[in-house]
């Protein structure tokens, strides 16, 4: 989450849709209730609030999950695809040849060290049932009925934890969606709807205090726009690190903020950190 945050920070997108696929789903839902001032919409495809260790009722279901991880752990990395496959085979049935040698490339050079693995194992037991219930946006949870890797139930779980979210389910056995299958002309019907709906608005920043703000504020504000830590503000300004926390408590106070992140969103929003035009 703390990279996602990076990457979405430092994007200077402002307010953005957000798009979890399988383990990403659990990620995504997280990353919504904890920026909910930096998330408008949500999209889940193929997800879960259980991962696959986390949802077990038997002793093998859970075992089951774990050699998979053990498989990956072992040979994830090695030249050989044989090893990969048995995720990839799970993941996307209906894949062509060519689909599937890129989908374990993927797997090689993104997720085969034991490293790699601990992060999908991280996901194998995640659990936001808790969180789920208190996303904000609007969420559109697009589910393959038929897939092995998530069952249908547990996206029809997902849907039902969020408030308002709307539920589709579609008639496919692949944890991502392929171009070539009948269902494709459906997902992408639904997710242009949703995303083509109207952007949830927030009041503009110009109509809050800024006429409160002292000159050195405005200044303050500047740059937190553009995603300056308090280190590197202080030393652009030549003034200490702690006076530069407490302006930027300021502005926040100042402004009705709850945290810098909305503060970065808002004034973005208000023509704040933009760069120079060229």
Not at 12 to 40: F, H, K, N, Q
Not at 55 to 78: I, Q
Not at 192 to 216: G, I
């Amino acid at each position: 989450m703390d990279d996602l945050d990076a990457v979405i920070l430092s994007s200077r997108t402002g307010r953005c849709s957000l798009l979890g696929i399988a383990g990403g789903c659990a990620i995504a839902v997280a990353y919504a209730v904890r920026r909910p001032e930096l998330v408008d919409r949500l999209v889940l495809f193929g997800g879960f609030a259980r991962g696959s260790i986390a949802r077990s009722k038997t002793t093998e279901e859970a075992e089951a999950a774990r050699t998979v991880l053990r498989v990956l752990e072992l040979g994830g990395a090695k030249e050989d695809p044989a090893f990969r496959q048995l995720f990839t085979a799970q993941s996307i049935p209906d894949a062509t040849p060519e689909q599937s040698r890129a989908f374990n490339e993927l797997m090689r050079a993104s997720g085969g060290t034991k490293g790699g693995v601990s992060v999908l194992r991280a996901l194998y037991e995640i659990d936001v049932r808790g969180v789920a219930a208190k996303v904000q946006c609007p969420t559109l949870v697009l589910h393959p009925a038929h897939n092995f890797r998530v069952p249908y139930e547990e996206g029809r779980s997902l849907a039902s934890l969020i408030p308002k979210a709307s539920f589709v389910p579609l008639n496919s056995r692949n944890a991502i969606m392929l171009d070539h299958e009948a269902a494709w002309p459906e997902f992408a019907a639904k997710l242009h709807a949703f995303l083509a709906a109207p952007r949830p608005t927030s009041a503009p920043v110009q109509e809050l205090a800024l006429a409160d703000l002292t000159e050195r504020e405005r200044e303050i504000l500047e740059f937190v726009a553009q995603g300056v830590n308090n280190g590197e503000i202080a030393k652009n300004l030549r003034i200490a690190e702690k006076t530069v926390r407490n302006h930027v408590s300021s502005v926040l106070a100042k402004l009705g903020f709850q945290s810098r992140a909305q503060a970065i969103v808002r004034a973005r929003e208000a023509g704040f950190g933009r760069p120079p035009a060229e």
